[in-house]
């Protein structure tokens, strides 16, 4: 299974290569504002879909773009697809974006691979028995320390995201981390962090196709996965943080009251923060200066990550 789903990822990594030559041709859609759909996809989807369908005519098909229409509606065996994570990052020349194939059993990923066709990178993982790039077996990062690692992550682009609470999100996890990152698909974020090459990984608002494979890449890379309140259960959360298991812990510990599971507490920290800080934009510099006595402590101070106590 593992072969077919390689073979289908080459098929559409082919596609996407050749049009890559001449990207300014290609067709592009606007599904919503900021999410676009291209010949590209479509095609390479079709392709995957032929190739996995044809060696597996009874599985499923779940595929980001023609959702369930294919394959066995009822099957305990369902192929989650994304033709090519990080359309945007393609349709601008950008080369950064993916192809990601997952198999499902009984709702459980045993099967993933994400393709590179930029650097021709394959990664692949069979439950149970690790994770590879090329047929080099990969681990996560050994970093213990969230303020020496580097994190990946994906902004909100469409309307209605929530901005501002992720832009909180996101200066809390800047300011107690070496870097951050923003590639653009997730899919390939998640084959990072299980190679190592990133130390963690979080983002919302993404979908089955987004984190199936790269799901399993990093479990088997030794790594953890799951929601923002660290709920293993995430495949359908729209929402995901990764690392290894002490990087994983320390984001959890400081993305978990921002997660739409959180409790009714943390909502709160996180509505009156937002308020607090919306109140300060609005306020005059000079205003601004006063509010606070010469060493006077910040509003909201960074607390410090389990393992930055150690």
């Known amino acids: 299974m593992l072969n077919v789903a390689i073979k289908a990822a080459r098929a559409a990594g082919a596609i996407i ?20 759909v291209t010949e590209i996809d479509q095609a390479a989807e079709a392709a995957i879909i032929e190739t996995l369908l044809t060696a597996y005519p009874g599985h499923g098909i779940l595929a980001e773009e023609s959702g369930s229409e294919h394959g066995a509606k009822d099957s ?10 990080g359309t945007t990052n393609f349709i601008h020349g950008f080369p950064v974006y993916c192809v990601s194939i997952a198999l499902s059993v009984k709702g459980k990923v045993e099967q993933a691979v994400v393709y590179d066709p930029t650097r021709n990178d394959i990664f692949c993982a069979t439950k149970g028995r690790g994770a590879y790039m090329n047929d080099r077996r990969i681990r996560v990062a050994k970093r213990t320390r969230l303020q020496e690692c580097l994190i990946s992550t994906g902004f909100p682009y469409r309307p209605g995201d929530k901005l501002k609470t992720y832009l909180n999100m996101l200066g809390e996890v800047m300011s107690q981390c070496a870097g951050v990152r923003r590639p653009g698909a997730a899919a390939l974020d998640l084959a990072y962090v299980a190679a190592g090459f990133s130390d963690g990984f979080f983002e919302s608002n993404l979908k089955p196709w987004d984190v199936a494979a790269g799901s399993l890449l990093v479990t088997e890379a030794g790594g953890l996965i799951g929601n923002f309140t660290g709920e293993a259960d995430f495949m359908d959360h729209g929402e995901c943080v990764a690392g290894n298991p002490r990087i994983y812990g320390q984001l959890v510990t400081t993305l978990g009251k921002y997660s739409k599971f959180a409790g009714a507490g943390d909502k709160a920290t996180v509505r009156q923060a937002l308020t607090d800080d919306a109140a300060a934009t609005d306020a005059p510099a000079a205003t601004q200066t006063l509010s606070r006595p010469r060493g006077a402590r910040a509003a909201h101070p960074v607390t410090p990550s389990p393992g930055d106590q150690t």
């Not at 050749?18 to 599904?31: C, F, N, P, Q």
């Open 76 to 85: 305990e065996f369902v192929w989650i697809i994304d033709p090519l994570d």
């Open 17 to 36: 290569n050749r049009a890559a030559l001449d990207v300014e041709s290609v067709r592009v859609s606007v599904k919503q504002t900021n999410d676009f």
